[in-house]
């Protein structure tokens, strides 16, 4: 407490003063070696931060966690992670707000019906397409995402939202991933998931489409949540002066951090390409 108050600003002397301590008492605790806990406190706060950075600043203390059991084999509790975190004033992203699950009317078109877990790979694909502006003007970027893994299996990055955006990252999923015929192919009602392009190569691979109803995000949620983790540990953090930038930034943010990288609490805090490598499940390229 008396090193707090010095941090602070208040002198030594007066700090003793104001807790009750002698100034020879606390000078002589200063000066005891470590003891072996708070040497591992420590080494251990170190650890975290290294953690912290190489998660670009957005893990809370439950990924933190999982890197140093999983990964690093370090035996701690999650709330000693979650204390040391605070003591060194090192904080997560706060994740996006969780919505109530409403009851809605499904369209003849939705064969999902809000129910994305799946227990194999490529058994329904979500996709959807987001925004974001640069001094330059808007960036989209079309993704498709596997329900089974959260892996983003297919993407498309363009300055026009058009239906060869969706095209070409479906494209890219159905290459990279072979999938057997009768997997869903899920999106809402916007004009380039129901143009005729986008329907025509989803059949032309033996896939199904699937839409949910109109302007209701929950009917995607899945796809939702991803776009607004994004948005969160990437898109808002800083302005962006050019087209080029901000797509180098979001091929980064999906081949290197989020698929490879990122600890997923629905996955067990495995990154989407550990979970679908070490599932009795995983038939897929890797």
Known sequence: MIDR????????????RVLGVSRQGYYRYKR??????QMRRRWLTGVIREIHVASRGT??????????????????????????????????LPGPARVKRLKGVATSGDLVNRKFHRLRPNELWV??????????GK???????????????GWSIDSRQDSTLVVNALDMAIRNRRPAPGG????????????????ERIRTAGLLPSFGTVG?????AMMESFWSSMQIELLNRRRWKTRVELANAIFEYIEVFHNRQRRHSA???????????TSPANTVPA
């Open 5 to 16: 108050l010095a941090d602070a600003g208040m002198p030594i002397d007066v700090a003793c």
């Open 32 to 37: 005891r070696p470590l003891s072996a806990a």
């Open 59 to 92: 893990y809370g203390y439950r990924r933190i966690h999982a890197e140093l059991t999983m990964a690093m084999n370090v035996q701690v509790s999650s709330r000693l992670v979650s204390v040391l975190m605070t003591q060194a004033g090192i904080y997560g």
């Open 127 to 136: 996709t959807d397409i987001t925004e974001h502006p640069t001094r330059e």
């Open 139 to 153: 960036v989209y970027c079309a993704a498709v995402l596997d329900a089974y893994s959260r892996r983003i299996v």
């Open 184 to 199: 869903i192919v899920h999106a809402d009602h916007g004009v380039q998931f129901t143009s005729w392009a986008f329907g």
């Open 216 to 220: 209701d995000g929950l009917d995607n």
């Open 267 to 277: 996955l067990g805090y495995q990154t989407p390409i550990e979970y679908e490598l």
